[in-house]
């Protein structure tokens, strides 16, 4: 999967993102906050699923309609996907797909803001800023997880 960097504070968790193992690490050689090192915990738990929901504070800068959007990715249970449609609905407007598409893009906390569980009307696997692979993994290993398949795409 790569190396993931998590940002936050001793308030709240603000930051997952994906980064290519390449890529130089910028890591802070300071103490972590307790916060940041419960995130990590948590995420171990789920890569090594034990963990199918996260219980952490959470906040990331956006729009009302971007925050709606995040919130309701947080309630798309393990395991289960959703479409750009279904998630348009969800907001109140069917027609806002490519809103809901560009909120989607825009956060900034993945795995735990589980945008990931989010793809095509025609059950396809659509953008991810991770990349397709990673979506494609983190999307198997849920339903491996929850419901024993192997492969889902």
Not at 87 to 114: E, F, M, Y
């Amino acid at each position: 999967m790569g190396l993931l960097k998590i940002g936050g504070t001793t308030d709240f968790i603000s930051e997952v993102s994906f980064h290519d193992i390449s890529e130089k690490s910028g890591g802070n050689k300071k103490t972590l906050p307790p916060l940041v090192i419960q995130c990590i915990e948590q995420l171990i738990q789920y890569f090594n699923g034990e963990r199918r929901f996260f219980d952490l504070p959470l906040n990331q800068e956006g729009t009302v309609f971007q925050k709606q959007v995040w919130n309701i990715l947080t309630s798309i249970p393990f395991g289960k996907t959703i479409s750009y449609l279904e998630l348009a609905i969800k907001t109140g407007d069917p027609r806002a797909t490519r809103a809901v598409a560009s909120a989607n893009g825009k956060n900034n906390i993945a795995i735990i803001v589980p945008c990931h569980r989010v793809i095509g009307s025609d059950r396809t696997l659509v953008g991810y800023g991770g990349g397709l692979w990673r979506k494609k993994w983190l999307l198997e290993h849920e339903m491996k997880i929850a419901h024993g398949v192997q492969t889902l795409f």
